[in-house]
């Protein structure tokens, strides 16, 4: 009763790696078309030929998403080669952690600029494709950081939750426009941005893995149009 997803188009900043390039896998799996954005174009080149070998049209362009030219570009080099998207996943991201006044100010200016810039810069240079269709899905990844801050985590968590205020804000504006707006706020994914290279690979299973996330972001796609799930927490069973 729920909605096909085979077919559609979707464009996945942070491709190269982690959750990003398992979302565009999985969408791959699931027949979607996918556009991948990121920086380092050799990754980017390895996810896309990985995706077509189940059938789908893969295209990779580069961007800082903080750069809102290159987004600007990388955009319409998608929609040329792919077509207009019907769902965005902003999910490209940076870690900064420490003590508050151990962060350097260009380190803070950063993580802005990549978490809270980067995802607006996506999300206008995408939305008018979706407003034109009159349907689509914006899935911003934010983190459980984004929902409750720790020590340490003052420079994302204030990254994050100003994610969580664009979503809420643009969700409200453009729902008329059957277009669905949310965030998903993962816990611990074992991914090089949370571990770096220092998990072993028995540990890792411990932890949500990248694919989870991919799956959970499926599900949640393939829900009838006029339902959507506005905010969600992805935590680990058994982490201990
Ligand atoms: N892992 C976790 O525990 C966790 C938990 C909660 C939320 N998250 C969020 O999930 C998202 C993905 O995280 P991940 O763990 O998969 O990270 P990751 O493994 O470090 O991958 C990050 C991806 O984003 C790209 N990227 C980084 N900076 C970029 C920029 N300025 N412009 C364009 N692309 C950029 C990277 O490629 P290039 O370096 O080539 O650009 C890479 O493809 C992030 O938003 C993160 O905050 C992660």
Do not use: C
Not at 100 to 117: K, Q, S, T
Request: no cysteine; proline share 2%; aromatic share 8%.
């Amino acid at each position: 009763m729920g909605q096909e997803i085979k077919g559609k188009i979707a464009y996945i900043t942070g491709a190269g790696r982690g959750i990003g390039k398992a979302t565009a896998l999985e969408f791959a799996r699931e027949g979607v078309h996918v556009g991948l954005i990121a920086r380092t174009e050799s990754r980017l080149q390895e996810v896309a030929e990985e995706a077509r070998s189940f059938g789908v049209k893969a295209s990779v362009a580069t961007a800082d998403v903080a750069n809102w030219e290159e987004v600007e570009q990388a955009v319409a080099t998608l929609e040329k080669e792919l077509g207009a998207a019907d769902i965005l996943i902003n999910n490209a991201g940076i870690g900064v952690y420490g003590d508050f006044l151990d962060i350097d100010p260009e380190e803070f200016r950063r993580v802005m600029d990549v978490n809270v810039f980067g995802t607006y810069h996506m999300t206008r240079a995408v939305l008018p494709q979706l407003i034109e269709k009159n349907r689509g899905d914006i899935i911003n990844i934010s983190s459980s950081s984004g929902l409750k801050a720790t020590a340490g985590s003052a420079a994302y968590s204030a990254s994050k939750f100003a994610v969580q205020g664009m979503t809420e804000g643009l969700m409200q504006e453009v729902r008329r426009h059957n277009i669905r707006v949310n965030t998903l706020n993962p816990s611990l994914v074992a991914t090089e941005l949370a571990f770096g290279e220092k998990l072993d690979e028995a540990d890792k299973e411990k932890y949500m893995q990248p694919e989870d996330l991919a799956e959970y972001m499926v599900s949640q796609l393939k829900l009838h149009q006029r339902i959507f799930i506005k905010q969600s927490l992805q935590w680990a069973t058994n982490p201990f």
